[in-house]
């Protein structure tokens, strides 16, 4: 085994990509992170190589992994700070002030793959993804528990020629613009609903969330986005929901290790996160919480 500072050194640096992010979560210098974090590497014999700004670990994890099973399994079981992802839009909303012993991660997945292959590898603890893009009730390794669905409306820029409509407006209106796309397969199941409506047709290569890469690209007054009550608050600006509605459904889902499943501190975060949803009640009429 080697040390659990030098593996959570490795695992943050993955997980959150820059040694800046590292040092305050773990509260350690850059230098002590970079340090900590080749022994790990060294330890296993792999290399490590940054491409595009995401770390990637090059030959054989095999016992890695083994390795972050074990140092999972002593952070549940000794009470160490837990790790949590979450969407870009959720995280900001359900974890402004987290449970204590849970460290957050930065919220800027832009796909459903990377939160559920760290997840899956023991570098985070819990993901509260966004429904639907959620695995299975009944998937092996992972359980899901639902917190909540909200409405998927069409947004666009109060100069959109779409507003001129008014309560004419169409599908095959729409389709006429450019309309926010993802790149193939980041949410396979919003994608192939949206796509069947003849939307999500400007595609983006953007893997991480930044406003500018996402929602700002509907400041051209042309193209169409997707909101939900809780994602269009990260919009700085005023957006127009088109009065028309998409048959899609979205909210948020709690997904751990189905070992933790029943674990008291993950119980305790489901009290937490339900307790947050009902103070936001009032405030999002559309918001439909989800019995425990």
Not at 19 to 27: F, K, P, T
Not at 132 to 142: K, L
Request: proline content about 7%.
């Amino acid at each position: 085994m080697i040390g659990l500072d030098e593996l959570d050194c490795l695992d943050y640096l993955i997980w959150l990509r820059t040694g800046d992010r590292v040092a305050q979560r773990l509260n350690l210098d850059q230098a002590s992170v970079s340090r900590k974090a080749r022994r790990a590497v060294a330890a296993f014999g792999l290399e490590t190589r940054k491409v595009e700004g995401e770390w990637q670990l090059e030959g054989d994890c095999t016992l890695l992994d083994l390795e972050r099973q074990v140092h999972q399994d002593c952070r549940w079981k000794r009470d160490l700070p837990l790790r949590i992802e979450a969407q870009y839009y959720s995280g900001p909303l359900l974890l402004d002030a987290p449970p204590k012993g849970w460290l957050c991660g930065a919220f800027d997945c832009l796909d459903v793959a990377t939160p559920l292959s760290l997840l899956r590898r023991g570098v985070v603890d819990v993901w509260i993804a966004g429904f639907p893009d959620v695995p299975g009730d009944d998937d092996d390794a992972f359980a899901v528990v639902h917190l909540d669905r909200l409405p998927t409306h069409l947004v666009v820029s109060p100069g959109h020629p779409l507003t001129r409509l008014g309560q004419a407006i169409t599908l095959e209106d729409v389709r006429q613009f450019p309309c926010l796309a993802l790149p193939d397969g980041a949410f396979p199941k919003c994608q192939a609903v949206l796509e069947g409506l003849g939307l999500w047709n400007s595609p983006s290569s953007v893997r991480r969330y930044s406003y500018e890469a996402w929602e700002g690209r509907t400041a051209d007054e042309v193209t169409v986005a997707y909101a939900s009550a809780f994602s269009i608050s990260l919009y700085p600006t005023e957006k127009v929901i088109l009065p028309i509605e998409i048959p899609l459904t979205v909210g948020d889902s709690v997904v751990v290790p189905r070992r933790f499943a029943n674990h008291p501190r993950f119980l305790a975060l489901l009290e937490h996160l339900r307790a947050r949803l009902e103070s936001m009640r009032s405030a999002y009429p559309e918001l439909e919480i989800l019995p425990a």
